[in-house]
Structure formats: C-alpha cells, structure tokens
C-alpha cells in the first residue's frame, strides 16, 4: 500500500510568531493581499494584531469579513469577487477555520475559475492548479486548517455542508500564534480544543491511519489531555502554547488519512442548525467513540496508556469504558454540553441528519461500518 503525506511549506509557532509576517510577505514579492477574517475577530481587535503588522511594512491589503461562523457559497462567491476588484495577488487569513476555509475556496476558485460555483468543490474536487498563496494565522487551537488539505462550506440551497479535499488549497506559510490564540472566549477554546482532540482521535481509529499519523495523533491526543483544561480555565500561556501545537500536529496527520462519523454526524448540525463545528464534535465524541469501540480496543488502549491510564489486566469492555470515560470527565472539565437537546437538537430531524450523514465524506473512513439506523440511533443516544 502505498501512503501520501501532504503537508504545509513553512510554519512558525510562538507567542508574536506574526512578527515574522512582514518579512516572509516582502521576501516572497506579493503585491497586495486580501485579509479573509470574521467580524467578531475585528472587533474584538484580533485581527488588529495581524494588520498592525502589515501596516509596519510596505504591505497593501484590502480585508474581506462577509463570513458565517459555518461558511457558506454565498460568502465564497463575495470573497472572489472582492479578490479581483481589490486587485490581490494573495491571501492572508486571520481567523479560526470559517476564515481559513473560506480563503482556501477563494483561492482555490481565482486559479480554477471553472469551479467558479463553489458546490463542484464538493468532495475531492480535480482542480489543476494550485491555489494562489495563502498565509494562515489560526486564531483557535482547534481546526488545524493552516495546515490540512480540507475545506468545508455549507451549500446553504441543500442545507449541506460540503467537504472539500485538495492538496492545491493548503497554505504556503503557516503562522502559529499564541497571542492571537490568548484572546479566544473560554467557550470557543473549549470547543476548538475538543474539535482537536476529535481529529487526533478519528484520525488514530480511521481506517487509513498509518505509523507516521499514529506518531502524529498519539502525541496530540497526550498534549490535549495535559493542557486543555489549563488553557481554557486558567488562561495558561504555556498551555494555550502546546494546544496550538497539539492542534496543528493532529492536523498533519488527519488531513492525510481522513476521519469518522463523528465529522460526519457533526457537520449535518452545523448545516441544519448552524452548530458550531466544534460543538457538535465535542458533544458527539464520547457517543462514537462508544459505538466504535469494539473495533478499536487496542487503540483505545493505546490512547489511555498515552494519557496515563493503567490497561494492565482489563476487559475489552473495561477499556472501551475507561478511554471514553475520560474523554467524557475532560469535556465536562472544560464545559462543553453532555447532550444534543442541550445545543438545540430536535429529535424531530434525526432521520434527516441520519441520512445526510451516511452520505458525508468522511463516513468512509469509520474503523466500523455503519448504517442510517445506526447513526440515527447514536443521535438519539446523545439526545
């Protein structure tokens, strides 16, 4: 079998690695870039910390802010068509992952124009160039989009959320900043925190995972383990540090193995009810880990010696029970919300996100096989 690696050119990490952003933008001769970051982050003057930075250089930018925490088209088509008239040659996104999905779609659509309706992106799209140069600066330790492959945008005229997969749309520079991090709500950083944790996790279980991701995922899901909970309730700086670490090395590895159907069940709430993607991950984990476990004892052991649990002597079920019981104790630890009914979920629309789920990308790479009566059932578990 033969395993691709598909990773990001250069990224920096450390609190003020923005610091390095003017020089990288004059050494590399773009011209005039388009800032793709959220409303909230300008207001809460994040992204402020990036233009301050521009504003120090020769750098021209216009920013582009007309996006949704779950992104759809229509911010898409906004953002390439702010691209052309502002006349940019480059993309800069500050922001979590609805900034960089959309510059990635915006990217990946100025250089393919022939995908000019953003849905044909759907899935693993077979564009021919790359996309034009985007430098990520994350603003959540969650997502790991400055360095996946992987994109999603909600198709807001089917409700669905499209994931789109294309070695053409990763960043060239990466900047990993725990200032920009420092600034999250506790909420968001409990949450981006746990989407992480849910890419170390399926990534470690899916069916494609191999030793160089294993590597990968086994030490994120540690570093998670030892520093969310820091991060969030103490506002810890050397652990909200190792959680942008922990995110990025669970994104290299998931985004070249894939992921489960916690992803899958996840992204059908964020296209029904606009849930926040790392909320409905977060709240869902515990549930599939459960359902998989049988398929996966081993790891599972493997996840709880890595978070210093002791599998010496226990039962497959003992261990099953004991790595979600974790899991379950960490969320609870940082806030996040035992059941769907909690975040809005009506038991009323199961059999719809049941069926949209089964069809999601990323239920390929469950380590079990699955059914829409499955899925359905796990929903109305976490009910």
Not at 36 to 48: A, H, K, P, R
Not at 141 to 167: H, L, Q, R, S, W
Request: aromatic share 4%; glycine share 8%.
């Amino acid at each position: 079998m033969v395993n691709r690696m598909v990773l990001n050119e250069i990224s920096y990490f450390g609190p003020n690695a923005r610091a390095v952003l003017k020089d990288e933008y004059e050494t590399r001769g773009y011209r005039k870039a388009l800032v793709v970051s959220d409303q909230n982050l300008l207001d809460l003057g994040i992204t402020q910390k990036v233009l301050s930075v521009l504003d120090a250089g020769t750098i021209a930018y216009e920013v582009f802010s007309d996006l949704k925490p779950n992104p759809t088209v229509k911010s898409v088509k906004a953002g390439v068509q702010k691209y052309h008239e502002v006349g940019a040659d480059s993309i800069i996104a500050v922001g979590g992952g609805s900034s960089i999905d959309v510059a990635k779609a915006i990217g990946i659509i100025v250089t393919n124009p022939e995908f000019g309706d953003v849905v044909s992106l759907a899935g693993v799209a077979n564009t021919k160039n790359k996309s034009v140069p985007i430098i990520a600066l994350p603003t959540t330790a969650g997502t790991a989009a400055e360095v996946t492959i992987n994109y999603v945008i909600t198709d807001e005229d089917t409700d669905t959320k499209m994931v789109c997969v294309d070695p053409h749309d990763i960043p060239v520079l990466a900047i990993i900043d725990t200032e920009l991090m420092a600034g999250m709500p506790a909420a968001i950083a409990a949450s981006t925190g746990m989407d992480a944790l849910t890419h170390a996790i399926e990534g470690y279980i899916t069916k494609a995972s191999w030793c160089m991701t294993d590597m990968m995922h086994l030490k994120a899901i540690q570093m998670i383990f030892e520093n969310l909970a820091k991060a969030v309730n103490e506002k810890d700086t050397e652990a909200i540090t190792n959680m942008g670490i922990a995110q990025y090395i669970a994104g290299m590895g998931f985004s070249n193995v894939g992921l489960g159907i916690v992803h899958s069940m996840a992204h059908q709430l964020g296209a029904i009810y606009d849930t926040p993607h790392g909320v409905a991950n977060a709240v869902l984990l515990p549930y599939v880990m459960k359902y998989n476990g049988l398929v996966c004892v081993e790891k599972y052991a493997e996840i709880g010696r890595s978070i210093g649990l002791s599998m010496d002597g226990l039962s497959e079920d003992e261990i099953i029970h004991a790595v979600v019981g974790e899991v379950r104790n960490l969320a609870r630890t940082v806030g996040i919300p035992e059941h769907l009914s909690e975040i809005g979920v009506n038991e009323v629309d199961i059999p719809l996100l049941s069926k949209k789920a089964i069809e999601d990308p990323c239920t390929g790479g469950n380590p079990r096989e699955t059914s829409v009566d499955e899925i359905a059932a796990i929903y109305r578990e976490a009910m």
